[in-house]
C-alpha cells in the first residue's frame, strides 16, 4: 500500500476507502512475501459501449457482450476507455457502466476503468466512484484541455495527488493521438516511483520510448502495457508485460494467442500472427476510429451498433476498405 508519509496525509475518507478496496483487491494480487502490486500482465479489451436507437447506454446489450469476453482468456477489460466513448458519457452512465460490468463479470478477470477528468479534483471524485463501483485499478488519461500548460511539473502533481487519494491501484495513460499530448518519460520515471501507481498504457507506438520506460523504471515493479495490437510484440520484446487493444474487440482469441506466444519465446510464430493484425488493427483504430470497430464487432458476433453523436457512422467506402483490411488477412 502507500508509503506512511503519504499514508499519514490522506484524510480519514481516503484512508478508509483505500483499504476497503485493498481488501477486494487482494485476489487478484500475487502470493509473494513483502509487498505486492496488483499483476496486470495479460491481455484487454477497451470495450465499446453499445447504445440504442435513441442514444441511450443500451445495459442489456453490454450484458451479452460481456457474456461471450468472460470466455475468452483475457486478464481483464478496460471501461471506459477511448473506445467507450467516454467523453459522450455522463458521470452517472459512466460509474453504471462499470458498475454493469463488474457485476456480470467473473471475478477473476479484472475491471480497469478509465476515471480521467480535466480537472484533478473530478479526477479523484470519478477514481473514488469507480472503485466504489468495482474496478480493481483505475485508467487515468492525461489532462490536454490546456496541454500547453501539461509539463511534466504539472503532470506529476495530477497524478501524484490523484494516486494519494485513490483507493485503488492507478496506471497511467498516455494516449497522444487523442490528447494532442505525450506523458513525458521523466514524468513516467518519476511517478513510477510512487507505491500506487502501478503501470503505464502507452498508446503512442514509439517502441524505443517504451523500452526507455521498461529500463529506467525496471527497479521499481513498474509494468508497461502496449496500447494497440499493432505493436504489441514489439512492446512485449522490449519488455512490456501486456495490451490494451481496440482490436480485442474484436479478434480477441487471436490477440490472447500472440500474447501467448510472446510470452513463450515463439517469436516466429507471432510474427506471422501479428503481421496478420496490423492492417485490420489500423483501420478500427487510427484510420477510421471507433465508428469501425464497432462495426467490425457486428460482423464478428458481437453488439457494436451505432454511436453517440456527433461520431458518424462510416460512408460505404468506408465500410468497404473495412472489410477489405480484414478480409485480405484472413480474418473474414
Not at 108 to 129: H, I, N, Y
Not at 148 to 159: P, T, W
Not at 172 to 194: K, M, R, W
Not at 212 to 236: E, P
Request: glycine share 8%; net charge positive.
Amino acid at each position: 500500500m502507500l508509503c506512511a508519509r503519504v499514508w499519514r496525509a490522506l484524510g480519514p475518507r481516503c484512508r478508509g476507502a483505500r483499504l476497503t478496496a485493498w481488501r477486494r483487491a487482494q485476489s487478484h494480487r500475487a502470493a509473494a512475501p513483502g509487498p505486492t502490486r496488483l499483476d496486470l500482465s495479460g491481455i484487454y479489451p477497451p470495450i465499446a459501449t453499445p447504445f440504442t436507437a435513441q442514444e441511450d447506454v443500451d445495459y442489456p446489450r453490454l450484458e451479452q457482450n460481456l457474456q461471450k469476453y468472460a470466455q475468452i482468456p483475457f486478464k481483464g477489460l478496460v471501461v471506459q476507455g477511448s473506445n467507450g466513448e467516454y467523453p459522450y458519457l455522463t458521470v452517472e452512465e459512466r460509474v453504471e457502466v462499470v458498475r454493469t460490468v463488474r457485476r456480470s463479470l467473473p471475478l477473476d478477470k479484472l475491471v480497469m476503468a478509465g476515471s480521467g477528468c480535466e480537472s484533478t479534483r473530478a479526477t479523484e471524485q470519478l477514481t473514488e466512484k469507480m472503485a466504489a463501483a468495482g474496478a480493481d485499478s483505475v485508467l487515468v488519461v492525461t489532462p490536454c484541455f490546456y496541454k500547453g500548460k501539461m509539463d511534466s511539473r504539472a503532470l506529476i502533481q495530477h497524478f501524484t495527488k490523484v494516486a494519494d487519494c485513490s483507493p485503488v491501484p492507478v496506471v497511467l495513460y498516455s494516449v497522444p493521438a487523442n490528447t494532442g499530448l505525450e506523458l513525458p518519460v521523466d514524468a513516467v520515471v518519476q511517478l513510477s516511483q510512487h507505491p500506487n501507481i502501478v503501470g503505464l498504457k502507452d498508446s503512442g507506438g514509439d517502441i524505443t520510448r517504451i523500452g526507455l520506460i521498461v529500463h529506467k523504471t525496471k527497479t521499481q515493479d513498474f509494468q508497461v502495457l502496449a496500447g494497440s495490437a499493432g505493436f504489441l510484440m514489439a512492446a512485449y520484446c522490449v519488455g512490456a508485460v501486456g495490451g490494451v487493444c481496440a482490436l480485442a474487440n474484436v479478434l480477441g482469441r487471436e490477440l490472447c494467442d500472440l500474447e501467448r506466444l510472446c510470452v513463450s519465446g515463439r517469436w516466429e510464430e507471432a510474427r506471422v500472427l501479428q503481421q496478420r493484425l496490423i492492417e485490420p488493427n489500423a483501420a478500427v483504430t487510427r484510420k477510421l476510429g471507433v465508428p469501425a470497430l464497432k462495426q467490425a464487432m457486428e460482423w464478428f458476433g458481437f453488439h457494436g451498433g451505432a454511436c453517440r453523436s456527433p461520431l458518424q457512422p462510416l460512408m460505404e467506402a468506408e465500410s468497404q476498405q473495412l472489410r477489405r483490411d480484414f478480409t485480405s488477412n484472413g480474418w473474414l
